[in-house]
């Protein structure tokens, strides 16, 4: 199957550390991708995990277990820019042909 | 590098009527396109994969003779949503595969409303 799920929406206060999980199924894994994505605008990349372990990159940081079928995206000094969709994708079978989860609403408040 | 330019940005468009949207590769050439919607407040829906020289491939469900997608060239795909309809109103975006360390990079979107 391809589901690939997220919460729904998140609600955090600046200055603080949120974690976005994601869980898909494992067949045919091939990477993970973490995207940001503001309203109406094309989506950023910020991290890709293909083996177990964290990723770090700057106040960005993403974890996987292949194994368990779970990745987690940290954002660490919440700013109020950071409010915001962020959608975790499955590679899977090669090719870069990304499934995209359903996405986490991220809300930063003062 | 590795950008990626979509064009228009915005189109509103009568019923009955054909758009077309395009995406070009600007500094890298891309055998492959992958067209994707995205419905208000959901996530993205891969449409099809456009491949230079070939047929597209569409996803299940996607309906080939109302969503044409040309890639004519390495550089260029185009998406044409014909006898567009208020139901295809949508915002439509394509991506590249540029390798996973460049993360796909996509074009900036179009929002279709059709009236």
């Known amino acids: 199957g391809q589901n690939i799920d997220q919460p729904t929406e998140m609600t955090a206060t600046e200055g603080a550390i949120v974690q976005i999980n994601c869980t898909y199924q494992?067949?045919?894994?091939?990477?993970l991708f973490w995207y940001q994505q503001h309203a109406g605008e094309a989506p950023t990349f910020l991290s890709y995990?293909?083996?177990?372990g964290l990723e770090e990159k700057g106040r960005f940081s993403s974890f996987l277990s292949r194994s368990k079928g779970y990745s987690y995206l940290l954002l660490k000094e919440l700013q109020m820019k950071d409010s915001a969709s962020y959608l975790c994708a499955v590679n899977k079978g090669g090719g870069n042909k990304l499934t995209f989860g359903t996405g986490t609403q991220l809300k930063v408040e003062l | 590098g590795a950008v990626v330019s979509q064009h228009p940005s915005w189109v509103i468009c009568k019923s009955g009527t054909s758009v077309k949207i395009e995406c070009r590769s600007l500094?890298?050439?891309?055998?492959?396109m992958f067209w994707y919607r995205q419905f208000p407040k959901q996530s993205l829906m891969l449409m099809a994969t456009s491949n230079e020289g070939s047929k597209a491939t569409y996803e299940q469900g996607v309906e080939k003779d109302k969503f044409l997608i040309n890639h004519a060239s390495l550089t260029l795909s185009t998406l044409t949503v014909t006898s567009a309809h208020p139901e295809d109103s949508s915002f439509y975006i394509c991506?590249?595969?540029?390798?996973?360390?460049?993360?796909?990079?996509f074009g900036s979107g179009t929002q279709l409303s059709v009236l």
């Open positions: 991506s590249a595969p540029t390798g996973p360390a460049r993360g796909n990079p």
């Open positions: 995990n293909v083996l177990d």
């Open positions: 494992t067949s045919g894994f091939n990477g």
């Open positions: 500094d890298f050439q891309a055998t492959t």
